[in-house]
């Protein structure tokens, strides 16, 4: 009997190595993103044991898009979940597994509009991980000093802006700011541009129900000349190379009044070697003009598993985990990374942590998405447009008049209506 258990045991523990597979999956690298990634894939390995390896990807979303792109165009197994972007499931689709039968239900606790951004031809192609809004940053302390209230309205914004960056200057610190945000020529860009337009009432760059372009409008020439008055004024020169994190770089160091970016800025803003920790509202972006509205990009990160994974139903496994409540709950807390799961919103630790994802609740639920469910595998093309359009602008190699009327001839040849 005795010899017969260990047997038994020698056998399960063989079969459990023979059964041990090393799964490879991409994670972003923007701010905490990898180490929190590797954290919550050591946790499953530990569980399952199977290994897994970790790849970096670049920060510019629209890179990693062409790096995987280059992989899963040529049906390699080299990577077998990836980190999506919310306007990829259109774009790559063809490439992933249908998650929804290994799923099996767990999809409904995450907020039904991602699922169904997710879902494409009746396929999940994608589990959502976090989600994300275009957010205003601004120095409590700073406000407080020269008594302003929190801007309302752009122009508000860039009368604060230049009433404290003049002052700071003036006492001593010549590297201050006004206002930093995104505004290299890559998809970023075309994320804080989506904000401007929308909050002048100039529409979301395509139609939402034909895909016809809608751009070509005043109140979206308003917009974009708005933005470029702000560059070299009280935004620096050089933010017309500046990704999150360059942007971040400056806010952190105690070098700007407003800063605009997503959620994970937070956590990083609040930490003990930050320059201006305690000293930082989050509050939601402000409307273009009084007649103006509030608008916040809609972005966000899902994981997916390659169709052409050896290990299908194990990279499902590690997809479920990652995007799990538990694992949610970690990297809200310690990233700052809105959950997807709409009953995380009530945990009491997740909102002390971060107290804007309850006060900014209807932002994160209401923000605007990028046109790529109408331009499904043409939206980079439309984005890259776009944003090249706003670069010329901001850099003032364009009027926003002219480089928007070309941007509506261009978007009619590559986003024909349906
Ligand atoms: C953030 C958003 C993503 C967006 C990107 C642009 O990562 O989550 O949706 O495309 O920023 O830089």
Redesign the pocket.
């Known amino acids: 009997m005795k010899t017969r258990l260990i047997s038994i045991a020698v056998l399960s523990c063989l079969s459990a190595a023979s059964q041990a597979a090393t799964l490879k999956i991409s994670c972003?690298a923007?701010g905490q993103e990898l180490e929190l990634c590797k954290q919550a894939v050591a946790q499953w390995s530990k569980k399952t044991g199977n290994e897994v390896q970790v790849v970096a990807t670049p920060n510019?979303?629209n890179e990693r898009l062409a790096l995987y792109q280059q992989i899963l165009g040529s049906g390699s197994d080299k990577i077998d979940v990836f980190q999506i972007?919310?306007?990829w499931p259109g774009i790559l689709a063809s490439h992933l597994a249908d998650l929804k039968p290994l799923a099996a239900g767990v999809e409904k606790q995450h907020f039904a509009g991602i699922v169904s951004n997710n879902t494409v031809a009746g396929r999940l192609v994608a589990m959502p991980w976090?989600?994300?809004a275009g957010l205003l940053y601004y120095r409590k302390d700073l406000l407080a000093k020269y008594r302003l209230p929190v801007p309302d309205t752009w122009e508000a914004l860039a009368a604060a802006a230049r009433k404290i960056q003049d002052a700071e200057r003036a006492a001593g610190n010549d590297k201050m700011w006004g206002y930093v945000w995104?505004g290299r020529a890559?998809?970023?860009l075309?994320?804080d541009a989506l904000e401007w337009v929308v909050s002048y009432k100039g529409g979301t760059i395509l139609d939402a129900a034909t895909g016809k372009p809608t751009i070509n409008n005043p109140q979206a020439v308003k917009a974009l000349t708005t933005a470029a008055g702000w560059v070299g004024t009280i935004t620096p020169k050089a933010v017309l190379n500046y990704?999150?994190e360059e942007a971040r770089g400056v806010f952190q160091a105690g070098n700007a009044v407003f800063m605009r970016n997503?959620p994970y800025a937070w956590s990083l803003t609040q930490k003990t070697d930050s320059a201006v920790k305690d000293k930082v509202g989050v509050v939601a972006l402000p409307k273009g003009g009084a007649d103006g509205r509030r608008a916040a990009?809609?972005?966000?990160?899902q994981l997916a598993v390659s169709r052409y994974t050896k290990n299908q139903k194990l990279a499902a496994d590690l997809v479920l985990y990652l995007t799990s409540s538990e694992v949610q709950k970690q990297r809200a807390l310690n990233g700052s990374y809105n959950p997807t799961i709409s009953a995380l919103y009530r945990d009491p630790d997740i909102l002390k942590a971060n107290p804007f994802f309850g006060e900014l609740y209807n932002t994160f639920t209401s923000a605007v998405g990028?046109p790529s469910s109408v331009s499904r595998n043409r939206y980079n093309q439309v984005s890259n447009q776009f944003w090249n359009a706003t670069h010329d602008v901001l850099a003032g190699k364009s009027d926003a008049a002219s480089a928007l009327a070309r941007l509506d001839a261009t978007l009619k040849r590559i986003a024909p209506p349906k």
């Open positions: 972003g923007v510019d979303s972007d919310v306007v976090f989600t994300d995104q890559y998809e970023g075309s994320c990704g999150e997503w990009t809609l972005g966000g990160w990028r």
